[in-house]
């Protein structure tokens, strides 16, 4: 059973940066395509970044495109999300997830293992 563990998170004022880390265990971790997903309060939780299992593809949100960067390091087990020019739209609880194939990457059902998210607030 892969366990995945965000941190990073905190409160940060608006063009700030942050960088958000997703600790994997109990897998094969090169095997799984990985995500970043958010759920501000009160909204369904949604697609933010995506990439590939070797690193060389992702793919982002439309309201991320830009400011955020996705990566990973297979040796250390980790994806990361490293957040720049955050705004306060950015507030949110930011959960990594992991799935087999890379397809369907907006949907969030189609993922099979989840953190627990980490908190992200931005103010103005």
């Known amino acids: 059973q892969v366990q995945l563990v965000e941190s990073g998170g905190g409160m940060v004022q608006a063009g700030d940066s942050l960088t958000l880390s997703c600790a994997a265990s109990?897998?094969?971790?090169?095997?799984?395509?990985m995500a970043w997903f958010r759920q501000a309060p009160g909204k369904e939780r949604e697609f933010v970044a995506a990439?590939?299992?070797?690193?060389?593809?992702?793919d982002y949100a439309d309201s991320v495109e830009g400011r955020f960067t996705i990566s990973r390091d297979n040796t250390k087990s980790t994806v990361y999300l490293q957040l720049n020019s955050l705004e306060p739209e950015d507030t949110a609880v930011y959960y990594c997830?992991?799935?087999?194939?890379?397809?369907?990457?907006?949907?969030?059902?189609?993922?099979?293992?989840w953190g627990q998210g980490t908190q992200v607030t931005v103010s103005s």
């Open positions: 109990g897998g094969i971790f090169s095997g799984y395509t």
């Open positions: 997830a992991g799935k087999f194939r890379w397809d369907s990457l907006y949907a969030r059902g189609e993922y099979n293992y």
């Open positions: 990439i590939t299992r070797s690193g060389g593809t992702t």
